[in-house]
């Protein structure tokens, strides 16, 4: 059995590989909503989506662009219907091809109607034989127009096939029996997306369940307690595992203190109406850094799978009285007067740091070339143009203390204090002063 420490250590690096590897990132949750009598659709602009409903439908965007593909994790409830609703842009394309990866792969061609949409069915029966060991995934194949597809399975062999562009590793790995199916998808991925001219695909990882759990919304706290609670169609007295994990995964070193990053608790469902329970977990939150947090809520009897997921903020208070902080040597830091905006109020940074060319952010984690970032005492990090205006304020929060800088750049840390030079080209692009430290 796997420690509970080291089970979300496992949890958090698996939903990293995911966000890294392969179409497009996971960035939202998708809105829960339990005991739905026919159906719910799960917006595509959502993703790793905790679906609590007796029958499940995922909607693609209507006019999505086949070179612009998604992937999502979505969690089907066994023995009812999962349908996928999609559409082209492409009126040339007549039909897709789907990859279905479970403990064998098989394919199939789904008409395309005239007014581009599509939709792709498993049965109860096929949804009640998902493993529950592993990831099952769906792979949506769009050809290059009109309808070649480059990348097929042949039924008779049972090998995957691609171009004469195909590399053989990537087709050896897609035909190894032994590759589960979340392996076998990235491959697929790269076989269809980089080398097969024009084609592309959104992929959905699908996993089984036997029950729904949908999480309350958790508001912006600080640290110390949270209570996490939610209805489940779980029987009354099922044993739940609550974690609370850094949504900002990254490096660390090999003993790193995972303490100030994740928390885990427990709870139990009792009973509720019309076959709807609840439960109430508090969570020890004390330890946690400012940051963007993860929560997972998982069954932890394997015979009845269920698991769910959301997202909270945890926000430490500004101290009443702000200590210096770390050493800065001001006197040896040519920076203009710093304007600081007391009415400008903080908010979460989106990602890591990072460093772009002037015109080109497009999220509050982007800072142009020339920005100063001072972190200051009171847990804000302000962030200033080459003239010292400010014109951002964010929490120092697990997000800040890393950063992503252009090829080519070097750092010089630590020669004038706590502060954090960032040079291109011999200019320097960014400095950032760490007051608060880290």
């Known amino acids: 059995m796997v420690c509970s420490g080291m089970r979300i250590f496992l949890l958090s690096f698996l939903i990293l590989l995911v966000l890294l590897s392969g179409c497009t990132d996971l960035r939202q949750q998708a809105t829960v ?11 595509v602009e959502y993703a790793a989506s ?8 995922v909607t693609t965007a209507v006019a999505r662009e086949p070179e612009m593909p998604v992937r999502k994790t979505v969690n089907v409830l066994r023995g009812e219907p999962f349908t996928i609703n999609g559409s082209v842009k492409d009126r040339s394309i007549t039909e897709v091809q789907v990859w279905m990866l479970n403990d064998t792969i098989s394919t199939w061609h789904v008409p395309v109607q005239e007014d581009g949409s599509f939709q792709i069915s498993l049965s109860l029966e096929e949804t009640d034989m998902l493993s529950r060991t592993f990831t099952s995934a769906i792979i949506i194949q769009y050809p290059s127009p009109p309808n070649q597809f480059t990348v097929n399975h042949d039924a008779v062999s049972g090998n995957v096939t691609g171009t004469g562009t195909t590399p053989e590793r990537i087709l050896a790995e897609l035909n190894n029996k032994k590759n ?26 699908m996993n089984g369940i036997d029950a729904w759990i949908a999480i309350d919304p958790v508001n912006p706290a600080p640290p110390g307690t949270m209570t996490v609670s939610g209805t489940t169609s779980l029987p009354a007295g099922s044993l739940l595992s609550i974690s609370v994990v850094t949504a900002f995964f990254h490096p660390s070193t090999k003993n790193y203190d995972w303490s100030h990053e994740m928390a885990d608790g427990n709870a139990v469902v009792i009973p509720g109406t019309n076959g ?18 993860l929560i997972l809520v998982e069954s932890r009897d394997d015979a009845l799978q269920a698991v769910a997921d959301s997202t909270a903020e945890i926000i430490a208070l500004s101290p009443a009285h702000p200590k210096t902080g770390n050493y800065i ?32 952010t497009k999220t509050n984690n982007q800072v142009p070339y020339g920005s100063i970032i001072d972190c200051a005492p009171d847990g804000i990090c302000r962030v200033f143009n080459q003239s010292g205006v400010q014109f951002l304020a964010v929490y120092n929060s697990n997000e800040a203390h890393m950063m992503e800088v252009p090829n080519g750049a070097a750092g010089d840390d630590g020669t004038i ?3 954090t030079r960032i040079s291109l080209n011999g200019e320097v692009i960014l400095t950032k002063i760490n007051e608060q430290g880290e």
Do not use: H
Request: net charge negative; charged share 15%; hydrophobic share 35%.
């Open 417 to 419: 204090g706590n502060v």
């Open 329 to 360: 040597d001001w006197s040896r830091l040519a920076l203009p007067p710093l304007a600081v905006n007391e009415t400008m109020q903080p908010v979460m940074l989106e990602g890591e740091w990072k460093i772009v060319p002037p015109g080109t």
């Open 50 to 57: 905790p679906v609590p409903a007796p029958a499940t439908v």
């Open 33 to 43: 909503t339990p005991g739905l009598p026919e159906t719910q659709e799960v917006p």
């Open 180 to 205: 589960y199916p979340t392996t076998l998808a990235d491959y697929l991925d790269q076989a269809i997306t980089r080398y097969g001219a024009g084609n592309s695909c959104e992929i959905y990882f």
């Open 276 to 293: 709807i329970n609840t439960f109430s977990g508090i969570i020890d939150t004390a330890l946690l850094n400012t940051g963007k947090y």
